[in-house]
């Protein structure tokens, strides 16, 4: 369980906090989803709880534990906006095991089985990939690390509306098996599948329910049919 106690994060160089006053809790295997605005503090919130800045003040637990910067590196997989744009593996295999070739031949297979990619090629150039089979190729290279928690920034950004519906329906199974918190600007995406929701303003935030998005139903009946014929 995900406590986040009054986190607030105010940089010496900024007038005002980007991050104030948060409080938050997410429970395991649930998606929180954090609706914002650009400028609003999204990224910033995801950074601190990746361990790749350091809150100001308030407290950061899982379960009891207080955890440090160090800690939240381990505990957190961070999945960045556009993540494909920062591949730097020759192969599918090398972009998984980066920073950590220890990984046996079953963690690689249970990754890329968990976003299915089972079928790809282990020599298959990252960049060779479609732009919705990279998005699940980084999702896997954070899944393979095992983190308790998957921090995933504007998921379904500059995806057509097939991918983007083929990356919802997966980030619906993986919170079968992990805790996903989910930051974006576009809430109709992943309403949905979202167990709590929050809206984020100035780096405050509060929680919502979920209607006030005002997200239509999707066609799934016509979907379904699309997705057969292509
Ligand atoms: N390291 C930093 N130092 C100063 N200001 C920052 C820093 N990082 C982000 N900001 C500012 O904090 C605000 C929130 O940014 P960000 O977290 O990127 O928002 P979002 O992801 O919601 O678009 C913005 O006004 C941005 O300019
Ligand atoms: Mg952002």
């Not at 369980?1 to 948060?22: F, G």
């Not at 690689?108 to 089985?113: F, H, I, M």
């Not at 995406?189 to 209607?211: K, M, Q, T, Y």
Request: charged share 20%; with cysteine; net charge negative.
């Amino acid at each position: 369980m995900l406590y986040l106690k009054n986190v607030t994060y105010h940089p010496p160089a900024t007038p005002q906090a980007i991050i104030e006053n948060i409080n938050l809790t997410l429970a395991p295997q649930k998606l929180g989803l954090i609706v914002g605005t650009s400028g609003s503090g999204k990224t910033t919130l995801l950074e601190i709880l990746a361990g790749l800045a350091e809150k100001t003040s308030g407290e950061i637990l899982w379960d009891t534990d207080e955890l440090t910067p160090e800690e939240l590196q381990q505990l957190s997989g961070i999945v960045f906006q556009f993540p494909e744009r920062h591949f730097c593996g020759n192969n599918v295999l090398e972009e998984l095991r980066l920073g950590h070739p220890e990984l046996s031949a079953i963690r690689v297979k249970e990754a890329l089985t968990e976003v299915g990619l089972e079928h790809i090629s282990y020599d298959t150039p990252p960049h060779a990939l479609s732009g919705g089979q990279q998005r699940r190729l980084s999702l896997a290279v954070q899944l393979i690390r095992q983190p308790n928690i998957l921090l995933l920034d504007e998921p379904t950004a500059g995806l057509d509306w097939l991918m983007k519906d083929q990356l919802v329906n997966l980030l619906s199974r993986l919170k079968q098996h992990w805790t996903l918190l989910v930051v974006t600007h576009d809430a109709s995406d992943l309403v949905e599948i979202a167990d709590n929701c929050w809206r984020i303003d100035n780096g405050r935030i509060e929680s919502v329910n979920p209607d006030i998005f005002n997200v239509k139903k999707k066609p799934k009946i016509a979907f379904n049919k699309w997705e057969k014929v292509i």
